[in-house]
């Protein structure tokens, strides 16, 4: 069984930082492309974040500049770095993931339960 756990929400002023982590664990075989996304009031989940495999990144416009995405392989856990915080970044996080489980050849997509992130003085 395959799970993601995120951690590293709260509550923080306008202009501040939060750093979220994302822990895959189970029977792993091998972990592609990780991804943020994030579902502010009234509106559907959003890509913010993703890398893949190699490291290569993208952001959407909204968060280019501000937030970094990084991974370290060797802990199956991709990290949202998150600076100069505004409060329209109030949301849910939710981490995405593309993993390989032990035992089979293709890949399925797995979701974290969110943490939520607020951004108010």
């Known amino acids: 069984q395959v799970q993601l756990a995120e951690s590293g929400g709260g509550l923080v002023q306008p202009g501040g930082s939060l750093r979220l982590s994302c822990a895959a664990s189970g029977s792993i075989r091998s972990i592609n492309a990780m991804a943020w996304y994030r579902q502010g009031p009234g509106e559907d989940r959003a890509l913010i974040a993703t890398?893949?495999?190699?490291?290569?990144?993208s952001y959407a416009d909204s968060v280019k500049g501000r937030f970094t995405i990084s991974r370290d392989n060797s802990k199956n856990t991709v990290y949202l770095q998150m600076n100069s915080l505004k409060p329209e970044d109030t949301a849910p996080y939710y981490c995405?993931?593309?993993?390989?489980?032990?035992?089979?050849?293709?890949?399925?997509?797995?979701w974290g339960q969110g943490t939520q992130v607020t951004v108010s003085a």
């Open positions: 890398t893949t495999s190699a490291g290569r990144t």
């Open positions: 995405n993931a593309k993993i390989v489980p032990s035992g089979r050849t293709i890949e399925f997509t797995y």
